[in-house]
């Protein structure tokens, strides 16, 4: 049976998902048709329904979850692993809110975030996050909000953290940040919903078995990222809750949907988030 599944190029995505999309581990009878996007671009087919599976921002995974349902596998979450809001220089809370602030997408987590701790900004710029580190030097905006490897590379361009938004999480919730998750379409007959999530945690495993196995993959989508940034990356958002969200990963991602719909940012929803609902204690 052929799927179609959706992932970012980073090298987080690459790393998990190489061995089941390259016949590395049993994917018991599934094939995959892999379609390739930054993540707003993954949130809008989302929003489409066009995605079988698909890498999704928790954000924008938080209106569709009458559609799509979250595999125990694959996700991101962490800690010290947030967004960055970073300018040319210090800025103050007012400058911030009145200021342009470049995004990455509206339907992404970074954007909910940055909601949450600045929630009087108005002039936000939707922009590819690999463009945001440029808009802001060039003057475009005033700010951006910054994900993946360009954490990692700000600073050496002279431009300055005015807040981590993980930290900003972490210190008013004491919980591990969700970023984003694979989920499954519903319309998939439950069987098959199952099949996908084992192979997904395979594919997962065997990353963490045979580290350097994916790196002719990840490479090809990273081509000008350095190997060790590559790894620093991955060893940033590939963890233990990758493996299994487990009951602190899933009350972490309940907690950002409560949240979220008591602010009036997302709507209310009937059906579990989970493929395997969180159990009641």
């Known amino acids: 049976m052929k799927l179609s599944l959706g992932f970012s190029p980073c090298p987080n995505d690459t790393f998990i998902f190489d061995a089941m999309i390259h016949g590395k581990i049993d994917t018991e009878g599934l094939d995959f048709k892999v379609i390739l996007g930054d993540v707003e671009e993954l949130n809008q087919s989302a ?98 909000l910054i994900i993946h490897e360009n954490r990692f590379t700000y600073q050496e361009k002279g431009l300055v953290k005015l807040l981590d938004l993980g930290e900003y999480w972490e210190s008013t919730t004491s919980m591990p940040i969700p970023l984003g998750g694979i989920v499954v379409h519903r319309k998939l007959d439950p069987d098959i919903q199952e099949t996908v999530n084992r192979v997904l945690q395979r594919s997962v495993e065997y990353a963490f078995a045979n580290p350097k196995s994916a790196l002719p993959y990840i490479r090809q989508h990273a081509q000008e990222m350095e190997e060790e940034v590559m790894y620093a990356h991955i060893d940033l958002y590939v963890n233990d809750f990758s493996r299994d969200l487990g009951r602190e990963g899933k009350e972490a991602v309940q907690y950002l949907f409560d949240k979220a719909t008591q602010l009036g940012h997302i709507p209310a929803h009937t059906k579990s988030v989970f493929l395997h609902p969180l159990a009641k204690v």
Do not use: W
């Not at 928790?58 to 979450?77: K, Q, R």
């Not at 800690?79 to 997408?105: D, F, H, T, V, W």
């Open 47 to 144: 929003f489409r329904g066009d995605l079988d599976i698909t890498k999704l921002s928790f954000h924008a995974f938080a209106h569709l979850v009458d559609t799509y349902c979250l595999l125990d596998a694959g996700s991101a979450l962490g800690r010290n692993c947030g967004p960055l809001l970073i300018a040319k220089a210090p800025m103050n809370p007012s400058e911030i809110e009145s200021g342009k602030i470049a995004i990455p997408g509206k339907y992404t987590t970074a954007n909910f975030l940055l909601s949450l701790a600045y929630p009087n900004v108005s002039q936000k710029i939707e922009t590819l996050f690999s463009d945001i580190e440029g808009a802001v030097l060039n003057g475009q905006v005033d700010a951006g």
